[in-house]
């Protein structure tokens, strides 16, 4: 049966957790597997509008388990408030899977994120202070501190121990910040412990034979294609895998299982922090868009960067991720428009570019060059099928499955779980 993966196709904030959701009771398993609480999706259903952070969007469905997997790093404080938060709106979750080989987030990550940003001045990433960074870089040092590390408190207190010889001379020489004691670290973890372990599974083994059993696995992403740390806009980017790839070593499923992967386009591009942003409008339309499309982060509430929809970085990430199908979101923020503007290339130093820069310094240089595809006046929010839309809307989503590289099978036409028009399965073997 069906592994698909579900990945953001521009710099994350393009509507995956609608695009999870849509799929709802047709999926048994519903996988984040990378990124950590700097990642937000936004669900709403009826009057009701949920904000997640850590948990999957398959929370949200009864039948779906939803899993946490190995790829991602937790901060374990703020799952339980995310919990508790769905708890306290009706929302059961006791059916969510942990893996025992994710990472976790102390609170010296955290400090390390906030002061190491405000170190940077004007050369700062963008972060979100989390500590999802540091937290990335002790596991890739092999500093880092596991689930299962929190049912023997002596291998926690030894790693710590050791992760802390370092990080308290960074701490108080370099940031003049008081040392991190290990007790105090100890403590903070160990709190959680007896609460966590009853969702604690190998989940690597529990998906495979899942999938051994003709069960749906959905592989969802935080941020998006841009922002992954081999394959973005470099190093203005998060610090983990989010593309497709990353689906395979964050869930412990091989690549052979992965049966389709659809990538998320909004149908306009955004983005939040720093770094390169060739269709960025810092005018009206730029607000517009903002304001139409609520576009503030669903994490941090940082108002987001709006410009027009980017067709090179849609063939990039329908390359980079292997797209089978395109989920287009938000086409009804585009309503009222007399002229829309798509980027079919770039301009770079008087040259010609249809694909994106080889180099940073390229893409820093890399002015759009825009073709004008007319608007539509007449509201959209209730079309179920493509007939029901306007011949203009119609006719943009023909040109940017064109210039994309990949089918577009759902288009969401507003914010409602049920404003999406459907025109190929997105299970399909």
Known sequence: MPAVVLVGAQWGDEGKGKATDLLGSRVDYCVRYQGGNNAGHTVVIGDKKFALHLL??????????????????????????????????????????????????????????????RFLGNSKIGTTGR????????????LGIRVQDLFDE?????????????????????????????????ENL????????????????????????????????????LLDVDHGTYPFVTSSNPTAGGACAGSGIGPTKITGVVGILKAYTTRVGSGPFPTELLDEDGEKLRTIGGERGVTTGRPRRCGWFDAPIARYATRINGLTDIFLTKLDVLTGWEKIPVCVAYDIDGKRSEELPMTQTEFHHAKPIYEM?????????????????????????????????????????????????????????
């Not at 050791?162 to 108080?172: A, D, E, M, P, T």
């Not at 914010?415 to 299970?427: C, F, H, K, P």
């Open 56 to 117: 999957p969007s398959g929370i949200l469905t009864p039948e779906v388990t939803p899993v946490i997997g190995n790829g991602v790093v937790i901060d374990v404080g703020v799952l339980f408030e995310e919990i508790d938060g769905l708890e306290a709106q009706g929302i059961d979750t006791s059916n969510l899977l942990i893996s025992a080989n994710a990472h976790l987030i102390t609170p010296y990550h955290v400090t390390l994120d906030k002061v190491t940003e």
């Open 131 to 142: 500590g999802i960074g540091p937290s990335y870089a002790d596991k890739t040092s092999r």
């Open 190 to 225: 160990m709190q959680h412990a007896e609460r966590l372990q009853p969702y604690v599974a190998d989940t690597s083994l529990l998906l495979n034979r899942a999938l051994d059993e003709n069960k749906v696995v959905l592989l969802e992403g935080g941020q998006g294609t």
């Open 154 to 186: 002596k291998i926690l207190r030894a790693k710590i121990e050791g992760s802390l010889l370092s990080k308290n001379q960074v701490l108080v020489k370099v940031f003049n910040r008081r040392a991190v004691t290990v007790d105090e670290v100890v």
């Open 373 to 429: 595809l007319p608007g539509w006046s007449e509201d959209i929010s209730g079309a179920k099928t493509m007939e029901d839309l306007p011949a203009n809307a119609r006719a943009y989503i023909k040109f940017l499955e064109d210039v994309s590289g990949a089918p577009i099978s759902a288009i969401g036409v507003g914010q409602d779980r049920n404003a999406t028009i459907s025109v190929n399965d997105l299970l399909r073997k």
